[in-house]
């Protein structure tokens, strides 16, 4: 696409393809600062005494530098792709503070800045140079803040730089504005909200494939009242508006939200409470989505060691033309024997209509008991809980949508959706905002196995955003119905662990899970599994280590598991500490989807105050991984970073390199920088 063409889409999608030497809302805020300063020669009187109008501390400014160079190379040894790339940016910004009239009248402050960077880029894929400017300004007002009613006024623009492999900068300019309205009566105390941000994206070279713009506005009125010390009511409502466009994508979502709660408190000593609960969602646009909820809880404490609870909910939800009501009861007891042991037991019953896909009928409860004793050699700790839950579903076929199904990934176990007879093209993967997607074959794999989907996960994906360890992630997915389904299913959990006063720990855990299932049209492998787990940690100042294995017999995927790990932090002096970690998973999957895995990974972190203005950090890490379905990975990073702080100088400078062979494809890289803030 030649560069008039990508302005003229540009320019149809609201972005910055050419823009002014000196942006029409920059001179807008340098003429209102001019207009400020004349203003402060105006005099009024306050309190007997004379002040200019218009107050405003000693401008201040600030210059910022920073420098760049990237260089990576990936692929094989016959077919290398490379590519270097510099940045340098240039930026100054004046900023003050003030009042008018009062400082109870109107507070303010405001910063403008400008800024130019330049980028040279030699890739495979392209060479060249580029420009462009950069701007940001920043105001806050705040009126009659000492007053019942005070109002805020904000309004922000700020524009930077993230490097990127292979593609150049990515620059990112994100405006935010808003303002608010509180009214703090005795009663009845109310707040308006309006707030409105845009964010977009692209490369800083000419080419339009990282384009990216959204827009989000939103109103907002809140309010609460407290009938007395023990009622509670408040009520909110949220409008959202949400035009997210990027190259070959185009989404728009209106969302009205209602949410009211209040909460009572009583009984002679205050030891009961009932909560109720209201919201109601309707989202139009790409995503059509409905959902009403009513919810009433109550606790009733009968004795100090006795309490008593009680839930009931309604649901009315509907997206995509597939519409589900459902009524939940459930009730339950907790019970407190000296300080040793605690009880609790549920019961809970469901009805769902789900319209033409059928009904679905569940019951079911949980008991839990909860152990701690202090003996001669420590203290034990035991929990044990036991689950059952019976569902029924008739009538009725078509087609499921599951949204926001939560799993947290641990590296490197795979991840089993929840549902059966998954259509995996529909699958979606994204973090816990929802706003970064990852993508199949570089950030995940998908396998079937008698009819559960798993998600073999990987922190090491090439292209952003990538998955890390430990984070929790949402997915996803539509699903077959079948007409008709029988499922009963118990689970027990057990643990017991020991842990002795010199910070030796030994436990035993123990999972099961029965199930019975049926179904009219398919034969489905009962989700069956026995898991087997014992280990041992100890725990000492800044000394942890852990051994542990583990084994699972299951009707889907048995496995294996051994794990040694350790970690120390070693504070070598009030100013430096260091600290280590090491771990070795030996993982082995069963028929019918045989799989081994041998990860290790080790690490090493420095952070050291040489002097009262200087201080340098530095991590290491390495992974070494064999899997006997994905080949081999081995990696080593490392990054460290010198920061320098006096009196108005600051300045950092870091270095980062990254060795990576994955899957028979080589991926290096290295990332210097140099960043320098002068303020006046």
Known sequence: MRRDSLNRLYSRTRHWAVKPVLPGRIRWLLALCAGGILLTGCS???????????????????LETVAERRTDEQGTSGNKRESTTKVFEERIRLKTEGDVYHPDFLLYSGAVGLGLAQQSIDSDDESGRHSETLDDYSVFAQLLRGKIYPTTFYANKSEELISRQFLGALRTERKNRGASLSLRPEDWAMTFQYTASE??????????????????????????HDFSELSHLSFDFDRTEVSQRSVGASIETDTDRYTMLHDLIFGGEEQHRLDSFLSYVDQTGSFEFEN????????????????TNYELRFTDSSRQAIRNKEVRGQGGFEHRLYESLVTTANVFASETDLDTQGD????????????RKNNPWGTLFATYTAGLTKSEQSGGAGTGIVIDESHTFTDPLPITLNRVNIDT???????????????????????????????????????????????????????????????????????????????????????????????????????????NTVGTDYLNKGLFLQAEY???????????????????SWPISTNTNISFRVLNHWLDFGEPDKRDVDLFKSGAEIFSRLTKECSISTRADYRDEDDTRFGTTRGFQFNSELKYNFRQLSISTGVEFNLLNRRNDEIDGSFLYIKLKRFF
């Not at 009024?44 to 002040?51: A, E, I, L, P």
């Not at 080419?207 to 907002?220: C, V």
């Not at 679905?360 to 152990?371: D, E, I, V």
């Open 199 to 224: 964010t977009g994206q692209d490369g800083l070279s000419s080419f339009a494939r990282d384009f990216f713009q959204r827009d989000d506005e939103r109103f907002r009125y809140s309010l609460s």
């Open 360 to 371: 679905l009928t569940q019951r079911g409860g949980t008991l839990a008991l909860n152990y």
């Open 292 to 307: 009403l909820q009513l919810e009433e809880r109550l606790r009733l404490r009968h004795t100090g060691s006795f309490l």
């Open 44 to 62: 009024v009187n306050v309190g007997g005494k004379q002040r200019p109008l218009v107050r405003h501390d000693r401008i201040k400014a600030e």
């Open 425 to 531: 093209s529909s699958i979606v993967v994204t973090d816990n905002t929802g706003l970064n997607t990852y993508t199949l074959g570089d950030d995940y794999t998908i396998t079937e196995t008698n009819g559960r989907i798993q998600l073999n996960m990987t922190t090491l994906g090439i292209a952003p955003p990538n998955v890390s360890d430990g984070q929790e992630i949402l997915v996803d997915y539509n699903f077959f119905i079948e007409p008709e389904r029988d499922e009963d299913t118990v689970r027990h959990n057990f643990i017991i662990r020991e842990r002795f006063k010199n910070g030796l720990s030994v436990y035993y855990a123990h999972r099961r899970q029965d199930e019975d299932v049926s179904s009219t049209i398919t034969e489905i492998t009962p989700d069956e599994f026995r898991v």
């Open 550 to 568: 583990s084994e699972e017999e299951s009707t889907q995927i048995p496995s294996t598991s051994k794990k040694l790990q350790g970690k120390y």
